[in-house]
Structure formats: C-alpha cells, structure tokens
C-alpha cells in the first residue's frame, strides 16, 4: 500500500506535473470526465466485436465465430485494463497525460476499424496498428513515471514499460505466421496477463479500491448500454422488414428483462471492500474478460434469436436461443464467482446465482420462448435475492438492537 500523499486535482494542472503515485486511501477519488470518454470510445470496438459475432452465429458458424470474439475481446479488453490500473495510480490530469491518453483513443478506433478484417480473413495488421499506437502511449506513461519516482517503485513502472513493449513485439507473430494464429494468440494472451503480476512482485502500484470499482462498474453500464442499443435496432430493423411484432414481442421483452436483472445483480454488492491486497484485485479483474464478454455477447445473441424468428438467419431455434441463455447464464455464474459470492452470507443466498445460471441454460429448450423464460428466471433472480438480503439485514439489525442496553438496564 503506498504511503506516499497527493493533493487532490485541481481543474488546471499546467503542462506537466510530477507523476507520484496516488495513495490508496486518497479520499473522494472518482473517475474523471476523460477517462469517461476513454470508456465510450472503446465501447466502439465493443460493438464491432460483437457485430461480427452476431453475423458468425447466424450463418451457423459457432466456432469460428466464438473463438473470433473470444480473440477480439480480449484485445479490446486488456488495452482497456492498461490504461484503466495505471490511471488509477498515477493519474495527473495534467496536458501530456491527457494528451498520451487521445493518442491511446485514436489506437482503440484504428483497431476498431481492423476488426472485421482480423475477424473474417484474420488479417490482423490494423488491429496490430492500433494496438501499437495505444502501447506507445501506455510505454511512454510508465516511462514517465519511472522519470518521476526512485527505488522499488521506480523499477516497477520500468518493468511495466519493458514488459508492455516486448509483448507489443510478439503480437507481430500474427502478422508474420500464416497458421497456428489461434495459440500464438493464446500464448501471448498468457504473457499480457503475466505482465502486472510481474512487474508488481516487489512494489504494488498505488491503485484505489474504490477508483477501480467504480470504473469497471461504469464499463459495465456502458457494456450493457450497447447491448440495450443493438437489440433495439435489430427490432426495429425486423419491424421495418417484416411487421412481425408479435413474433418479436417475447424476444424484446425477455432481452430487456435479462439487461435489466444483469445491471441490479452487478451492482448489488459494494465489491471495493473486498479489494484489499494485489492477489484478490488481480483475479477480480481478470475475471471481467468473462463478464463484460458475455455482457456483450447477451446482446449479440438477442440479435441473432429475432434474425431467427424473421427467418433471416440459418441457425434453429434451439441454436439461437442458446446464444442467449449461454451468455446470460455466463454472465450471472461469472458474477457469482468473482464478485458478488465474497459478500453473501449463508447456502442459501451462495445458491441463488448459481442454480439461476442452470435454470436459464434449461431455459434453452423453450425454443422460440427462450429468451422471454430466461428473462423471467432472470427477474425472479433478482426478487429472491432482494428478499432475501432483505431478511438478513433485519435479522442483523434486530441483532444488534437485542444487544444494546437500554435505559433502564443501563
């Protein structure tokens, strides 16, 4: 835990400023307004992924089309994460921060642009270009901080910076090995995530518990915003198109019940607390390549289920319910296990995800009702859990009231 103090930031830092650590226990620390952008930019790259995934599926082709998202996601991911931990440690809000961070936007929007490329001939070399535009940045910031601290904390940002870049050298395995792009991928994902673990063995990095929180809290809304946006367009392009609201109706209504149970079971426990040491931050981050995927991907599979049910995509119906139920019962088991397990009490509440993970993947064989029964375990998922943290709190707080003296047996 860093000891090192910091003023809070002011609305003008000048050009440049001393890139000291912030400390941990640093009080009202919050995101920033650029690092909101830095969010919806990436939300682009998002979309793209999971456009291309909805394509896939509805042609009937699952494993090119998961194992394609799966390598997309990540790269958008973890460009994601090295931005999102090393602001949260050294963030100066100052011209040149802010300045390396556009310079990291104008890389996600060009990997953007390479993703249908990478995704349906793997041509990678504009995905490769974006990302080597974001790691000059993302090595040129660890570089600074490096400039600006001495000792153990100066020899983690040069890890960092070294690490980055020799990663950012093997990706060119993709461009220059024409097969077996599949496990190179695999191996250098390995490497990326080595990375931090690495270079913060000696000297933790002075992230903020709640500044993290907060920040992958909101990448979830806006996750889960672009999955609310793609699955009305596709109703109302299917409307357009075919008229056939009826047919729609139970798809609309059960994708938004999912969207919705996803948003209140994310945000139903204060998963700061439980982020103390590097070990328990680590797994709980890494852990979101599954969440935000598959909140992603709840989107792409609403798309495909009214494709269809208009007749446009050449999948059946227990197929495209299953790219509902699969990432929604994902998404909700993903959640249990990293997140919201650490503050339920109790069989009972553990239970609660989990079994409704099961219920919504049997929710599969509902064919053409699929979505609209996945939506309703989802939302019943969430009155159980309501109720029941509900009863616990009474029970705690008629506790505690037991155990107080009162005036008279004072």
């Given at each position: 835990?860093?000891?090192?103090?910091?003023?809070?930031?002011?609305?003008?830092?000048?050009?440049?400023?001393?890139?000291?650590?912030?400390?941990?226990?640093?009080?009202?620390?919050?995101?920033?307004?650029?690092?909101?952008?830095?969010?919806?930019?990436?939300?682009?790259?998002?979309?793209?992924?999971?456009?291309?995934?909805?394509?896939?599926?509805?042609?009937?082709?699952?494993?090119?089309?998961?194992?394609?998202?799966?390598?997309?996601?990540?790269?958008?991911?973890?460009?994601?994460?090295?931005?999102?931990?090393?602001?949260?440690?050294?963030?100066?809000?100052?011209?040149?921060?802010?300045?390396?961070?556009?310079?990291?936007?104008?890389?996600?929007?060009?990997?953007?642009?390479?993703?249908?490329?990478?995704?349906?001939?793997?041509?990678?070399?504009?995905?490769?270009?974006?990302?080597?535009?974001?790691?000059?940045?993302?090595?040129?910031?660890?570089?600074?901080?490096?400039?600006?601290?001495?000792?153990?904390?100066?020899?983690?940002?040069?890890?960092?910076?070294?690490?980055?870049?020799?990663?950012?050298?093997?990706?060119?395995?993709?461009?220059?090995?024409?097969?077996?792009?599949?496990?190179?991928?695999?191996?250098?994902?390995?490497?990326?995530?080595?990375?931090?673990?690495?270079?913060?063995?000696?000297?933790?990095?002075?992230?903020?518990?709640?500044?993290?929180?907060?920040?992958?809290?909101?990448?979830?809304?806006?996750?889960?915003?672009?999955?609310?946006?793609?699955?009305?367009?596709?109703?109302?392009?299917?409307?357009?198109?075919?008229?056939?609201?009826?047919t729609l109706l139970p798809i609309a209504a059960g994708g938004l019940l999912i969207i919705f149970a996803a948003y209140w079971i994310y945000f139903a426990v204060p998963?700061?607390?439980?982020?103390?040491?590097?070990?328990?931050?680590?797994?709980?981050?890494?852990?979101?390549?599954?969440?935000?995927?598959?909140?992603?991907?709840?989107?792409?599979?609403?798309?495909?289920?009214?494709?269809?049910?208009?007749?446009?995509?050449?999948?059946?119906?227990?197929?495209?319910?299953?790219?509902?139920?699969?990432?929604?019962?994902?998404?909700?088991?993903?959640?249990?296990?990293?997140?919201?397990?650490?503050?339920?009490?109790?069989?009972?509440?553990?239970?609660?995800?989990?079994?409704?993970?099961?219920?919504?993947?049997?929710?599969?064989?509902?064919?053409?009702?699929?979505?609209?029964?996945?939506?309703?375990?989802?939302?019943?998922?969430?009155?159980?859990?309501?109720?029941?943290?509900?009863?616990?709190?009474?029970?705690?707080?008629?506790?505690?009231?037991?155990?107080?003296?009162?005036?008279?047996?004072?």
């Amino acid at each position: 835990m860093s000891d090192t103090p910091h003023r809070p930031l002011r609305s003008h830092q000048g050009v440049l400023r001393r890139m000291s650590t912030r400390g941990r226990e640093e009080e009202h620390r919050t995101a920033t307004p650029l690092e909101l952008f830095f969010d919806l930019c990436f939300v682009v790259a998002v979309a793209q992924a999971g456009r291309q995934l909805v394509h896939a599926l509805a042609e009937g082709h699952p494993g090119h089309g998961v194992q394609g998202y799966a390598m997309i996601f990540f790269a958008v991911w973890w460009a994601w994460m090295n931005f999102t931990w090393f602001s949260s440690a050294y963030d100066t809000d100052d011209v040149l921060f802010r300045g390396m961070t556009l310079v990291q936007i104008a890389g996600v929007l060009v990997l953007a642009a390479g993703v249908p490329r990478a995704f349906d001939s793997g041509d990678w070399r504009v995905v490769w270009f974006g990302y080597l535009v974001m790691r000059l940045a993302m090595v040129g910031q660890w570089l600074r901080a490096a400039l600006s601290t001495q000792g153990a904390e100066r020899r983690t940002a040069l890890r960092y910076a070294a690490g980055v870049a020799l990663c950012q050298v093997g990706w060119l395995g993709l461009l220059l090995l024409p097969g077996g792009k599949p496990w190179l991928f695999l191996g250098m994902a390995l490497c990326e995530t080595a990375v931090p673990v690495w270079a913060e063995r000696r000297r933790p990095t002075g992230w903020h518990p709640h500044h993290i929180a907060e920040r992958y809290g909101l990448f979830t809304i806006i996750v889960l915003g672009e999955t609310v946006s793609a699955a009305t367009v596709a109703v109302q392009s299917a409307v357009d198109e075919h008229r056939a609201l009826g047919t729609l109706l139970p798809i609309a209504a059960g994708g938004l019940l999912i969207i919705f149970a996803a948003y209140w079971i994310y945000f139903a426990v204060p998963i700061h607390l439980h982020l103390i040491s590097n070990r328990q931050a680590f797994l709980w981050g890494y852990g979101h390549y599954l969440v935000f995927g598959s909140a992603a991907a709840i989107g792409a599979g609403i798309e495909v289920a009214i494709e269809e049910a208009t007749g446009k995509a050449h999948v059946s119906a227990f197929a495209a319910a299953s790219t509902v139920t699969v990432a929604a019962a994902l998404f909700m088991f993903t959640v249990w296990l990293i997140h919201s397990r650490h503050q339920k009490r109790g069989p009972v509440q553990q239970l609660v995800l989990p079994v409704s993970a099961v219920l919504v993947l049997a929710c599969t064989f509902a064919a053409r009702w699929a979505v609209l029964a996945a939506g309703c375990v989802a939302a019943v998922t969430v009155a159980v859990g309501v109720t029941l943290t509900a009863r616990s709190d009474t029970a705690d707080r008629r506790a505690a009231e037991g155990g107080r003296p009162t005036a008279s047996g004072a």
